[in-house]
């Protein structure tokens, strides 16, 4: 038997602020420990849901390699889970099973869900809030680990910028999705929009002989997790305002927004579903009333819970101080792990915004963002962004940022650099 799913919180700060000072900032590192791949309660989930636009079958065997991928997914599904494939046009029809629910993963049921994958054919448009609403109704309103996968190779052309966003809303909350790209002719900001909803990620693949890798991949780690609906609850005390709460590791999600009141200077955020050995990082910067020197405060508490109401558990707690000094040599340090994941935020700021600066031919404006990104990225020890960078750029000094704009770029390097710009380089601990 595996044990069960525990979590440890650790707090990273540097508690000492001069007198009147009000920012508090910490890093928080939340660590699940053991636990087993079973969910632990409420079963498991999954939709694949695989776009069969026209443009799907017009070059580079997408089509081909996305029915393969599927059914790469669908042999990791374990047995027992409840799961589903789901075709996308401009509406969304059911591939397996042919009525509208989910059907136990079973040998039997999984070879036969591959077969009608092996069926699809494309051809109509597409139409991803769609998509979206389908898998929303096959979840309905079941507990457990809820999780889809979304691949698409297109933009959202068969629907308006606000249907896709109302449906959007509806699905935040009821299932993670993780979003691909295939190819290059998709757009970042859609995906995006979606994963980060719906606390997913959001990746690229290029050649789309390597959708089956990554679909394995997917669905390995879903299908890893053990426990679902966590969220991160933190309370801070009267006359303090939470400026904003972020993951930071193992990539940037903005949190701020997400934020649930659940009781008197309480609130929650959502973190979704997570599995034995995870870590992940969260920068909270809370304001709060100053204090004279010597005074000592609990600027906020932390904790890890799942469930609601009555029914709410606490799987881990952690505090953040604040304590109030006149000796500069200690208010004067800068927590290495809040520092190094201010960093991680702008060098995600500045390669966007330095692309952006690009394909609008502000090339000055292209050439000093991106060469901050060089210089941050080899700073923090980021060798994946790094080596992103360098196809999109020649890198003549990566510790001042210069550089020169490559007069020729691939696509798919940028779109690659674009889509992984919010993948973070985990910090050493203390």
Not at 264 to 282: F, I, L, N, V
Not at 289 to 317: F, I, N, Y
Not at 373 to 391: F, P, R, W
């Amino acid at each position: 038997m595996n044990a069960p799913l525990g979590f440890r919180i650790d707090t990273f700060q540097n508690e000492y602020l001069p007198a009147d000072a009000t920012r508090v900032d910490a890093v928080v590192t939340v660590t699940a420990t053991g636990g087993g791949a079973a969910p632990a309660s409420g079963g498991a989930a999954e939709v694949i849901i695989v776009d069969c636009s026209g443009s799907m079958d017009h070059a580079h065997g997408k089509l081909t390699a996305a029915k393969n991928a599927t059914a790469a997914a669908i042999s990791a599904v374990r047995d027992g889970v409840d799961f589903a494939v789901v075709a996308g046009t401009e509406k969304a029809r059911m591939v397996y099973p042919t009525t509208p629910t989910l059907i136990t993963a079973t040998t039997a049921n999984k070879a036969d869900a591959i077969a009608a994958v092996g069926q699809l054919r494309a051809g109509g448009g597409t139409a991803i809030g769609a998509w979206l609403r389908l898998a929303r109704q096959l979840f309905g309103n079941r507990g457990g680990l809820r999780h889809a996968i979304l691949l698409t190779d297109g933009r959202d052309e068969h629907e308006t910028p606000q249907q896709l966003d109302a449906e959007i809303a509806a699905s935040t909350g009821v299932h993670v999705c993780d979003c691909r790209g295939v190819g290059t002719d998709w757009q970042i900001a859609e995906l995006r929009k979606i994963s980060t909803a719906l606390l997913g990620t959001c990746d690229i693949v290029a050649d789309p002989a390597d959708l089956v890798a990554d679909f394995q991949a997917m669905t390995a780690t879903a299908m890893g997790k053990s426990v679902a609906d966590v969220a991160l609850r933190l309370w801070t005390p009267r006359g303090a305002t939470v400026e904003f709460v972020k993951q930071v590791a193992p990539e940037l999600l903005d949190l701020t927004g997400r934020r649930t009141e659940t009781g008197t200077q309480t609130g929650e955020y959502p973190t979704g579903a997570w599995g034995g050995a995870e870590s992940r990082d969260y920068h909270i910067c809370i304001e709060v009333t100053p204090g004279g020197v010597g005074d000592v405060m609990l600027a906020g508490r932390v904790a890890l819970v799942r469930g609601s109401g009555d029914r709410t558990e606490v799987l881990g707690q952690g505090l953040i101080k604040a304590v109030w000094t006149d000796d500069v040599t200690q208010s004067s340090k800068i927590s290495p792990e809040v520092a190094h994941y201010t960093g991680q935020a702008e060098l995600a700021e500045v390669i966007q915004e330095g692309l952006t600066a690009r394909r609008d031919g502000d090339l000055d404006t292209a050439t000093r963002k991106l060469g901050r990104a060089v210089q941050i990225a080899a700073a923090s020890g980021n060798t994946d962004t790094a080596t992103l960078l360098e196809g999109v750029v020649d890198v003549l000094d990566a510790r001042t940022g210069t550089v020169r704009l490559k007069s020729a770029v691939r696509k798919a390097d940028e779109m690659t650099l674009d889509t992984r710009s919010t993948k973070t380089s985990r910090v050493h601990k203390r």
